[in-house]
């Protein structure tokens, strides 16, 4: 039940309407740029692209709005010239810009291995509802999180028993709107993922 595994970069630039030589093409753009990604210089290496390879990048990065590299961030600009499925979070706030846009992934990239690894243990059991459901509630807390969980610290710093008991305050106050069954599932797969990180973290 539920996925197996994540997509890759290949499949998810054919899903975005690129075929094997556009493709191509895209990663060759990647591999230019990664002596400019590790100089921290994302920015000035799109500032240099003409519009067609901005268009290509627009494509590959699933953007509505053409890119404007002066108007990015750091992230943002850093994304675009990662393969789609490979991106970093810099600000390590638990969401990843790319372009102009938010984007979010559950487990965060930089949460601890111990909170991946439990993740992986129990995905290949939960229906793609559950696993999209799930990813939306741990958004919903690091989105707008109560004033005592220190975002700012970072995801590897992060009190993530306070995101999963966050997590469980919520659903419990949404109990009569979501449905019994519906709720203890969403809570039985969150104290799942509690004690699969504690025993990974061991």
Known sequence: MG????????????ARGMNADAQQK???????????????????????????TL????QAAALADPIEPARLSDEGA???????????????DGFMEVGRARTFAFPPVN??????????HMRPHM???????????????????PASLKITDGMAKLDWNQVLD?????????????GIAITDRANE??????AGWRSAAR
């Open 166 to 178: 966050e997590m469980v305050y919520r659903n419990n106050l949404v109990r009569a709107e979501n």
């Open 26 to 52: 895209v990663m060759d753009i990647y591999a230019a740029a990664r002596s400019s990604l590790d100089a921290g210089q994302a920015r000035s290496f799109l500032l240099k692209l003409d519009s067609a």
């Open 78 to 92: 850093t994304n675009i010239l990662r393969p789609p499925g490979d991106l970093v979070d810099l600000d390590d």
């Open 3 to 14: 996925l197996q595994a994540a997509p890759t970069s290949s499949d998810l630039l054919t």
């Open 111 to 120: 949460a601890p291995q111990a909170i991946k690894d439990a993740w992986d």
């Open 189 to 194: 797969l969150i104290e799942t993922l509690r």
């Open 55 to 58: 268009a290509q990048l627009q």
């Open 127 to 145: 229906s793609e509802f559950e696993i999209s459901s799930f990813s939306h509630q741990v958004m919903f807390v690091l989105g707008a999180p």
